[in-house]
T-cell receptor
Framework: EAQVTQNPRYLITVTGKKLTVTCSQN?????MSWYRQDPGLGLRQIYY???????DKGDVPEGYKVSRKEKRNFPLILESPSPNQTSLYFC????????????????FGPGTRLTVL | GQQVMQIPQYQHVQEGEDFTTYCNSS?????IQWYKQRPGGHPVFLIQ?????EVKKQKRLTFQFGEAKKNSSLHITATQTTDVGTYFC???????????FGTGTRLKVLA
C-alpha cells in the first residue's frame, strides 16, 4: 500500500531533550516536506527536500533540522525542544515523476502530536 | 512575507445548502492545490489548478483559479454530512518549491 508513515504518533517530552520524528514513504517520491499545524494558523512548512542531499527552509525552520540521506526517509530533528514547538506535525511527499509536472499531489502521513513540557 | 488567507474561518450549513470558501494570496501563485482534512485526520489532496481562470469540477465540488492567479475558490453544491472537515488551499510561487497553506475553513454540516 502506498503510504507515508511517521513515528512516533504521540510524544510528550521535556524542554531541551533532543528528539527525532521519523518519516518514510514507499512511493519513490522525490519531494518530501515537514509541516506543523497549529489552531488558527493552518499548516506551515518547516523544511522541504527536492531530492537526496537537497534540503531547503520553509516558512518556520527555526529550532528544527532535517536530513535526506535516502530517498525514502526524511527525519525531523529537534535538537533542543521548547514549549513553543508543541504542535501537530505532518510529513508529506509528492512527485513520482518530474516535480515540474503539473500534477504534484502531496501525500500526508498520519501526523505526530508533540507536547514539550 | 507571503500570506494566503482563507475566508470564512468557520461555516455552519444545513445539509443540502451550498458552501463556498475563498482563498486569497498576497502574491501570484504558480499553482493552487486544495486539501480536505477530516477531524482528527490528515490533509487529503482534492485537486490542483495551474492555469489562469481554470475551472475544474469533481461531482458536487467546483474549483476555480482566478485570472490573476492570486485567488481561488471551492464551492460545494448541496452539502452532505460527509463534507464535514477543514478545507485548505495551498500554493507555490514561481521559482520556489516552498508551499504556503491557507488558514483553512472549517465546515460543519447540520443534518
Amino acid at each position: 500500500e502506498a503510504q507515508v508513515t511517521q513515528n512516533p504518533r504521540y510524544l510528550i517530552t521535556v524542554t531541551g531533550k533532543k528528539l527525532t520524528v521519523t518519516c518514510s514513504q514507499n512511493m519513490n517520491h522525490e519531494y518530501m516536506s515537514w509541516y506543523r499545524q497549529d489552531p488558527g494558523l493552518g499548516l506551515r512548512q518547516i523544511y522541504y527536500s527536492m531530492n537526496v542531499e537537497v534540503t531547503d527552509k520553509g516558512d518556520v525552520p527555526e529550532g528544527y533540522k532535517v536530513s535526506r540521506k535516502e530517498k525514502r526517509n526524511f527525519p525531523l530533528i529537534l535538537e533542543s525542544p521548547s514549549p513553543n514547538q508543541t504542535s501537530l506535525y505532518f510529513c508529506a511527499s509528492s512527485g513520482d515523476r518530474s516535480f515540474w509536472s503539473s500534477y504534484n499531489e502531496q501525500f500526508f502521513g498520519p501526523g505526530t502530536r508533540l507536547t514539550v513540557l | 512575507g507571503q500570506q494566503v488567507m482563507q475566508i470564512p474561518q468557520y461555516q455552519h450549513v444545513q445539509e443540502g445548502e451550498d458552501f463556498t470558501t475563498y482563498c486569497n494570496s498576497s502574491t501570484t501563485l504558480s499553482n493552487i492545490q486544495w486539501y480536505k482534512q477530516r477531524p482528527g485526520g490528515h490533509p487529503v489532496f482534492l485537486i490542483q489548478l495551474v492555469k489562469s481562470g481554470e475551472v475544474k469540477k469533481q461531482k458536487r465540488l467546483t474549483f476555480q483559479f482566478g485570472e490573476a492567479k492570486k485567488n481561488s475558490s471551492l464551492h460545494i453544491t448541496a452539502t452532505q454530512t460527509t463534507d464535514v472537515g477543514t478545507y485548505f488551499c495551498a500554493g507555490t510561487t514561481s521559482g520556489t518549491y516552498k508551499y504556503i497553506f491557507g488558514t483553512g475553513t472549517r465546515l460543519k454540516v447540520l443534518a
